[in-house]
């Protein structure tokens, strides 16, 4: 069965570096996602990316968070100047255009554990 | 703003009994989804089952079922036969039907998710 890969697993980095978290959505999937789970909390939402535009982001998305679709496979997303409240799990999903009366589900990766220190 | 509530952080179970986890949902809409993810200890999310609020009967899967009450805004699930490998942390999730491309329902629309419940099943 096919899957969302993301790339590294765990990423350790300094305040104020930038980061870049990799994901391979599923190939045949139009609409992709980012949420991040930082440790003991909820899993929150912050960007949605379809035809190579944002679709919907969230409050936690600001200008510090980009997300890009550099070539056909990969689907990334860059952090600057990294906080150490930044440190979560991040989590990229993929899903394919809807059927008519139909939810398509959202397929997850594994997440990149993200630490600032 | 549509909210997800899971009131239960953690339950338990023995093995092979039944566990119902709760959750609750707020929102204004009249059609919708309704999720369960489970993340086991490696951290990824699995869906379980789903429900459209459309629908009056109950969605089930396996050992799965859910108890979707609309009027209540109440979405349980129940695990029967339960197994050890069914050990996770469980989240309730919402997502709005007719996303932002409104020819192609609920495409890209955001899934709100609960706090979790950490089921531990015991042998």
């Known amino acids: 069965e096919p899957e969302v890969t993301q790339t590294p697993s765990h990423q350790v980095t300094q305040m104020g570096q930038e980061v870049i978290l990799r994901c391979v959505p599923i190939?045949?999937?139009?609409?992709f996602y980012w949420y991040r789970q930082i440790l003991g909390q909820k899993v929150e939402f912050l960007v949605s990316?379809?035809?190579?535009?944002?679709?919907?982001k969230s409050e936690i998305f600001d200008d510090q968070f980009s997300v890009e679709r550099p070539d056909g496979s990969n689907f990334t997303l860059k952090i600057r100047s990294t906080k150490l409240e930044d440190s979560a799990m991040y989590f990229c999903?993929?899903?394919?255009?809807?059927?008519?009366?139909?939810?398509?589900?959202?397929?997850f990766g594994n997440g990149t554990r993200l630490t600032v220190t | 703003a549509q909210t997800v509530t899971q009131s239960q952080p953690e339950m338990s179970v023995q093995e092979a009994e039944t566990v119902t986890l709760s959750c609750t949902y707020d929102?204004?809409?009249?059609?919708?989804?309704l999720f369960w993810y489970k993340q086991p200890p490696s951290r990824q999310m699995i869906l379980v089952i789903r429900?459209?609020?459309?629908?009056?009967q109950n969605a089930t899967e396996n050992r799965f079922s859910v108890n979707f009450q609309k009027a209540a805004k109440s979405f349980s699930l129940k695990i029967s036969d339960s197994q050890l490998g069914d050990a996770a942390m469980y989240f309730c999730a919402y997502r709005r039907k007719g996303g932002l491309h409104r020819h192609q329902e609920t495409s890209g629309s955001r899934l709100t998710f609960g706090e979790g419940t950490q089921l531990t099943v015991n042998p």
């Open positions: 190939s045949n999937h139009l609409y």
């Open positions: 990316f379809y035809n190579n535009e944002i679709s919907e």
């Open positions: 929102t204004s809409e009249s059609d919708y989804y």
């Open positions: 429900q459209e609020a459309y629908k009056q």
């Open positions: 999903a993929s899903s394919e255009l809807s059927p008519r009366g139909g939810s398509s589900p959202l397929h």
